[in-house]
Antibody, heavy 122, light 107 residues
Framework: EVQLVQSGAEVKKPGESLKISCKAS????????IGWVRQMPGKGLEWVGI????????KYSPSFQGHVTISVDKSITTAYLQWSSLKASDSAKYYC???????????????WGQGTLVTVSS | IVLTQSPGTLSLSPGERATLSCRAS???????VAWYQQKPGQTPRLLIY???SRATGIPDRFTGSGSGTDFTLTISRLEPEDIAVYYC?????????FGGGTKVEIK
């Protein structure tokens, strides 16, 4: 059974750094794209970016490029989303998602984590 | 690619047909459009991929159609459990993008 288990809720101050995680299990971690989706309070879904654990090829939305970093640790089948300097506007729920097989033809989200709520407030 | 969903909110009675629209700002290659359902307080769920292929376990009252720039999700007979926000997504090429969502309410 495919499972994506995300780290718990975080409360941070503006300017602080943060790294949230997504532990994957039940499939060949290196062989499927995995990524992140943001949902601000009461708003819609926004695509953040994706990574292919096999070779760490990473793609970002222009809206998030340069502000977040997506990475993986294959040894523990875990994906990460990190910020070096948080802003209040980063407050949102962040979902980890695993895609179907293949690039392009498979970049739709089949499995979702439970979400990590990030609150940034002074 | 910008995706525009309409209407913003759809209010229908149980048993009625719901038609949700997703229009792309440019043609989506190979009809790489997916639809997701997000019920209140829940994680999104994949309904449709490749514009018209139903995901595993999705009831056949959900149908996807369309090509090019115009895509549609149809719920043939609305049930109370279908109360949710529905999002389309294009995945022809990164950056992937989502539509703004259509909220389906029961009258």
């Amino acid at each position: 059974e495919v499972q994506l288990v995300q780290s718990g809720a975080e409360v941070k101050k503006p300017g602080e750094s943060l790294k949230i995680s997504c532990k994957a299990s039940g499939y060949g971690f290196s062989s499927y794209w995995i990524g992140w989706v943001r949902q601000m309070p009461g708003k819609g879904l926004e695509w953040v970016g994706i990574i292919y654990p096999g070779d760490s090829d990473t793609k970002y939305s222009p809206s998030f490029q340069g502000h977040v970093t997506i990475s993986v640790d294959k040894s523990i089948t875990t994906a990460y989303l990190q910020w070096s300097s948080l802003k209040a506007s980063d407050s949102a729920k962040y979902y980890c998602t695993r895609y179907a097989p293949g690039y392009s033809s498979g970049l739709y989200s089949v499995y979702w984590g439970q979400g990590t709520l990030v609150t940034v407030s002074s | 690619i910008v995706l525009t969903q309409s209407p913003g909110t759809l209010s229908l009675s149980p048993g009625e047909r719901a038609t949700l629209s997703c229009r792309a700002s440019q043609s989506v290659s190979s009809s790489y459009v997916a639809w997701y359902q997000q019920k209140p307080g829940q994680t999104p769920r994949l309904l449709i991929y490749a514009a018209s292929s139903r995901a595993t376990g999705i009831p056949d009252r959900f149908t996807g159609s369309g090509s090019g720039t115009d895509f549609t999700l149809t719920i043939s007979r609305l049930e109370p459990e279908d109360i949710a926000v529905y999002y389309c997504q294009q995945y022809g090429r990164p950056p992937l993008t989502f539509g703004g969502g259509t909220k389906v309410e029961i009258k």
